[in-house]
């Protein structure tokens, strides 16, 4: 059984670009899907390239805190990719857009590295395994005249930590998104 499918993160979003007529809930879209691509691929150019320099990413399960500043949001994200934390997908089932903003609700699933968790204090058995991080999310994405994305603002129900140890993840039930090589 599949745990955690990259490409189920932005299979919503493909889905109302193909619908969607408004050119600005496009562009919106278009910088959603290459935002969640990039984060996926580990993109850092593409990724930055849907980020303002005026970005303030702010997460209310840990009190609104978060990086302000483009700068700041990259640093965020070499740090996540560091941590190996970046085999995740959010699962969505609501995504509701407008010209400022976006909201993707669903479950987030993340295969957290086990050598990880055990530097954040969680006992788990094998250092070298991935174990499921699942909680339900809902994340508000704020855009700028420019169609940048000014704010992350995440919301989570739930710990998805608790319990993380006894959720080791088999390695075959990890589907990563893969982009394709663009010929040159």
Avoid at 51 to 74: E, H, I, L, W
Avoid at 119 to 137: Q, S
Wanted: aromatic content about 8%; overall charge negative; charged content about 25%.
């Amino acid at each position: 059984m599949v745990s955690i499918d990259q490409h189920r993160t932005w299979q919503k979003v493909e889905q109302r670009l193909a619908v969607e007529t408004d050119p600005i809930l496009r562009r919106n879209l278009q910088t959603l899907l290459q935002h969640m691509k990039a984060e996926a691929a580990l993109d850092m150019d593409k990724l930055m390239a849907t980020v303002s320099k005026n970005a303030r990413y702010q997460n209310f399960a840990q009190g609104g805190t978060g990086p302000v500043g483009k700068a700041a949001v990259q640093t965020f994200y070499e740090d996540f990719a560091a941590s190996g934390a970046h085999k995740l997908e959010l699962d969505l089932d609501r995504l509701i857009v407008d010209k400022h903003c976006i909201l993707t609700e669903g479950v987030m699933r993340i295969a957290w590295p086990g050598k990880t968790l055990l530097e954040m204090g969680f006992k788990v058995d094998n250092p070298a395994a991935d174990y499921l991080f699942e909680a339900r999310t809902a994340i508000l994405w704020p855009i700028d005249e420019d169609g940048l994305f000014i704010g992350e603002d995440s919301y989570v129900a739930g710990d998805g930590f608790e319990g993380i140890a006894g959720r080791e993840i088999d390695p075959d039930d990890v589907v990563l998104y893969r982009p394709q090589a663009v010929a040159t």
